[in-house]
């Protein structure tokens, strides 16, 4: 009963080509977020989900697209990966609540390795 | 743009000793700051979460402070054991510090 899983867990691939990684949350929670680990084990946001609307749209190419098909599922989409996208890639899933008190609880990540 | 950092970025202690770390952010608006736990090739474990309006909080051997006048919050393990050891993360809402990796010598 994980509450929040990604697929798939390690992902090797050429440069050039195009992968998804998908998520899933069943805490019922209406926000999802999606966070890149760098190799010098920095967490930066990518993009975050209410309720299937993006929120949150930091820079990041647009080679990366988000998407939300339901409350429970937010994937993501990169094309044309390049080098640097090798990356450990967390999603993460909170309930707003307008009072501070939106704990995140992350998955366990999709280690991205692009050759 | 908020910014959060963590000093010092590892710590090394001998077990039984209390552990204090750091976090700074710098924009006093915060929404929330959360401390979390993370392993070697793991994903993030949630310890802590401090609203805006509180000033601390605690779980077992666990008390994390807030002062957002001075954009600090300080995480205190008390009693640590090697099982403490892992990297510390702290977040004010989506912006993360780089960590602060500790060693609990037996």
């Known amino acids: 009963d994980t509450a929040v899983s990604q697929t798939p867990k390690y992902l090797v691939t050429q440069m050039g080509n195009d992968k998804s990684i998908k998520c899933e949350q069943n805490l019922g929670h209406d926000t999802m977020y999606w966070y890149k680990q760098d190799s010098k084990k920095f967490l930066k946001i990518m993009f975050s989900y209410n309720n299937k609307e993006l929120i949150i749209n930091e820079t990041v190419p647009n080679r990366f697209s988000p998407k939300s098909p339901d409350k429970a599922h937010l994937n993501l989409h990169i094309n044309s990966l390049e080098l640097g996208d090798s990356a450990v890639y967390f999603c993460a899933s909170s309930q707003a609540t307008g009072r501070g008190l939106e704990t995140q609880y992350f998955g366990p990540g999709t280690r991205l390795l692009v050759l | ?106």
Do not use: H, M
């Open chain 2, 1 to 106: 743009k908020q910014e959060v950092t963590q000093i010092p970025a590892a710590l090394s202690v001998p077990e039984g000793e209390n552990l204090v770390l750091n976090c700074s952010f710098t924009d006093s608006a915060i929404y929330n700051l959360q401390w979390f736990r993370q392993d070697p090739g793991k994903g993030l474990t949630s310890l802590l979460l401090i609203q805006s309006s509180q000033r601390e909080q605690t779980s077992g051997r666990l008390n994390a402070s807030l002062d957002k006048s001075s954009g600090r919050s300080t995480l205190y393990i008390a009693a640590s054991q090697p099982g403490d050891s892992a990297t510390y993360l702290c977040a004010a809402r989506t912006s993360f510090g780089a960590g602060t990796t500790v060693t609990v010598r037996a």
